[in-house]
Nanobody, 123 residues
């Protein structure tokens, strides 16, 4: 079992940057592929991006070129660096761990979820 813990949300102006971090209690994140998802009010939770155990990444088209996912196994962290933020990026952001092989792109591909952290981008 692993407990996933996000941090780093907040309020930022459009065009600004924000960095979210994910760490764990229990098993180390290095054992898992990791994904980031977000959920805006009254919308479905959507895939943002993912990183596999060897560091390969994949992003949703809506964030490609603006968001970067990285991992530091020595520090047991996975980071979502967000730049050029837009009001439509406002959502609760979730970090999730996938026990299976390879990257996951959907909610059901992930086994362990954090509690979420709010990101608000003002116009």
């Amino acid at each position: 079992q692993v407990q996933v813990i996000e941090s780093g949300g907040g309020l930022v102006q459009a065009g600004g940057s924000l960095r979210l971090s994910c760490t764990s209690a229990g098993r180390a994140l290095s054992r898992y592929a990791m994904g980031w998802f977000r959920q805006a009010p009254e919308k479905e939770r959507e895939f943002v991006g993912a990183i596999n155990r060897s560091g390969s990444t994949y992003y949703a088209d809506s964030v490609k070129g603006r968001f970067t996912i990285s991992r530091d196994n020595g520090k047991n962290t996975v980071t979502l660096q967000m730049t050029s933020l837009k009001p439509e990026d406002t959502a609760v952001y979730y970090c999730a761990a996938r026990a299976g092989a390879g990257l996951g792109y959907g909610r059901t591909d992930y086994d362990y979820w954090g509690q979420g952290t709010q990101v608000t981008v003002s116009s």
